[in-house]
């Protein structure tokens, strides 16, 4: 058994690593060789994609209704109060990377579930083989 071509985009993708600097990232592509030969760890990581994308489709959902308080009249929450859930699954979504990122050995280097975005390259860093430093979440 080995990972599909897009379970291994989605891996890359959650722990924070774009698709298209997979070719300097040889340790967590070796990794990602080796997790796809052990059945029982492809299992767990299988299941751990699949919770990632429950998480997004309904921090995705809880976007579209944030700060709803009551439709009928439309009353909004103030400020914070409906954001709530969208902390909360912004924060579930980052334990299940950090689960990614135990079974693979490799840290987050910029948070999916955050909204910076992409930073810049010193994920290349000390933490790799190239010197730099790890993002922090939350």
Known sequence: MAFTTAQKISIRKYLGLPSVHLDQDSRLESAIDLIGTVPEAQTEVEALLTQLTA???????????AGLKRAEDVEWY??????????????????????LSIIFGVPIVHDYFGEGG???????GTSFQYGGGIIPLG
């Open 55 to 65: 998480v997004q489709t309904e921090l995705t959902n809880s976007l579209a209704q």
């Open 78 to 99: 103030q400020a914070g109060a409906g954001s709530s859930v969208i902390d909360q699954k912004r924060a579930e979504g980052r334990r299940y990377c950090n689960q």
């Open 118 to 124: 992409y930073q810049d390259d010193s994920w290349r």
